[in-house]
């Protein structure tokens, strides 16, 4: 899964670091993706709690997609 936040959209509200703080970080008033942080997707709960983040986000900022297999 490629996970990515748009800087032009998100607002601060850190909802993303409460609900995935093994991915998403908050930093300088926005919430960043951790580096690393789309690795952890595979791990179990991880996923779900991304896609959690990103349906929660109020500023609709998360940007997810599922990777290409030929990546």
């Known amino acids: 899964m490629k ?8 607002y601060g509200s850190a909802e993303c670091a409460h609900r995935a ?3 998403f970080a908050f930093e300088d008033g926005y ?3 951790r580096p690393g942080g789309a690795e952890a997707a595979g791990e179990p709960g991880v996923r779900e709690a991304i896609r959690e983040a990103a349906e929660k986000c109020p500023s609709q900022a998360i940007v997810l997609a599922e990777r290409d297999p030929l990546e």
Do not use: A, H
């Open 31 to 33: 919430g960043v993706v």
């Open 21 to 23: 703080p093994d991915v």
């Open 3 to 10: 996970v990515s936040v748009d800087r032009s959209l998100c």
